[in-house]
Structure formats: structure tokens, C-alpha cells
């Protein structure tokens, strides 16, 4: 069975400290991983994705994410978060052969100043 | 200004009635989709739809209907026979279609529509 784990429903953070924002997948094949946010009451933005090379892929607003295949990790981070930054962040593994993307069920980030 | 909008925003509907909720876009995508999102949960994919005229239920599709005649197009009908359907619903489309293609392309979201059920 296809599945993700965000391991974290809840994420709190200091503003100016690192964060990290954990998960974790099994499904089948070699999936291609994204990361969204979502805002209040507003659908999902991308972050990044991905696809092959660097283990290391760089996004939008200062987040990276880091593949690790032999753990199925793809943890989201970002070396100085902003009180911006607190959103609902979503990590997708999408299945190449249809376009179908299975989502987390989410970690909320707190950053306080 | 491209990009995909969602009406209405908010929806109220009471038992035994159909709903339709819109999805439009205008970024020439070939493939869009409909998630209902529930509090605490992931998304959950209910239709998809790779190309005109064509559209694949998804994990939750019981209780709900969709058609795709044109491109920019892909309304969604909760029927009477969905009983639990309070939820927020989302409206996404891709580039990606089903053959020789790209399949990782990100998804663009709409802004949501919110139905709640008196």
C-alpha cells in the first residue's frame, strides 16, 4: 500500500532558528517527491521538487529538501525561519506513470518571534 | 493574469440537495483534479482528468460526479448520496497528460471552495 508519513502534526520553531519539517514515504517505484504549503483557508502552493541529481534541491522562499533514498526521506528545511514562514507544509510523492500524487496529511509550523 | 479559479467560495447546501462547484483555468493545463481536504487530513483525491472528455474516479469518488467537455473546465457535483460532504474542496490542474509527457509537473492549486451542509 502507497503511503506518507509526516511524523509531526505540529512543528514550533524560533524566528531566526533552523527548522525542519519531516517525511517519510513508501510507495512504489521511484517516485518523483514534492513539498506544498498551504496559507489559511487557501488552497496548496509549491515549494520544490525532486526529480533526480543532488540529493540537495533548493525552492521558493529559502526552503530546501534533502532525498534520502535508502531512508525514503524527503525532509523539508530551512536554515532561518521567518514568523512568514507558518503555514501547513504538505510533502507528495507523485507516482510517475499517472500523474497522481499522494499527499501527507500535513505539519503545521509555528514560528513565533 | 493566468491561473485557476474556484466559485463559489463558500457553499451551503442542505440535505437531499446537489451541489456543483466550479473549476476553471486558463493556463492551458491538460490534466486537472478535484481533493477534498477534511481537518487533520491530508488531501484525498476524488476525480481526475487527463484529457478533454476523459476522467478516472480517485480514492473517494463515491457520491460525487464530474465532467470534463472542455479544457479550462472541470466542474464537480456532490450529489445527495454523498453523506458526509462538510469539507473543503480543492481544485488543481498540471501540464502532465497520460502519454510521452511530462509527469512531474507540479499541481496549481485554486483558492478553494468551503461547503457546508445545514
Known amino acids: 500500500a502507497q503511503s506518507v508519513a509526516q511524523p509531526e502534526d505540529q512543528v514550533n520553531v524560533a524566528e531566526g532558528n533552523p527548522l525542519t519539517v519531516k517525511c517519510t514515504y513508501s510507495v512504489s517505484g521511484n517516485p518523483y517527491l514534492f513539498w506544498y504549503v498551504q496559507y489559511p483557508n487557501r488552497g496548496l502552493q509549491f515549494l520544490l521538487k525532486?526529480?533526480?541529481?543532488?540529493?540537495l534541491v533548493k525552492g521558493s522562499y529559502g526552503f530546501e529538501a534533502e532525498f534520502n533514498k535508502s531512508q525514503t526521506s524527503f525532509h523539508l528545511k530551512k536554515p532561518s525561519a521567518l514568523v512568514s514562514d507558518s503555514a501547513l507544509y504538505f510533502c507528495?510523492?507523485?507516482?510517475?506513470?499517472?500523474?497522481?500524487?499522494?499527499f501527507g496529511s500535513g505539519t503545521k509550523l509555528n514560528v513565533k518571534p | 493574469d493566468g491561473g485557476i479559479t474556484q466559485s463559489p467560495k463558500y457553499l451551503f447546501r442542505k440535505e437531499g440537495q446537489n451541489v456543483t462547484l466550479s473549476c476553471e483555468q486558463n493556463l492551458n493545463h491538460d490534466a486537472m483534479y478535484w481533493y477534498r481536504q477534511d481537518p487533520g487530513q491530508g488531501l484525498r483525491l476524488i476525480y481526475y482528468s487527463q484529457i478533454v472528455n476523459d476522467f478516472q474516479k480517485g480514492d473517494i469518488a463515491e457520491g460525487y460526479s464530474v465532467s470534463r467537455e472542455k479544457k479550462e473546465s472541470f466542474p464537480l457535483t456532490v450529489t445527495s448520496a454523498q453523506k458526509n460532504p462538510t469539507a473543503f474542496y480543492l481544485c488543481?490542474?498540471?501540464?502532465?497528460?497520460?502519454?510521452?509527457?511530462?509527469?512531474?509537473?507540479?499541481?496549481?492549486f485554486g483558492p478553494g471552495t468551503r461547503l457546508t451542509v445545514l
Open positions: 488543481a490542474s498540471s501540464i502532465g497528460g497520460t502519454s510521452g509527457g511530462n509527469f512531474y509537473n507540479e499541481q496549481f
Open positions: 525532486y526529480i533526480t541529481g543532488d540529493n
Open positions: 507528495a510523492p507523485l507516482l510517475y506513470n499517472f500523474n497522481k500524487f499522494y
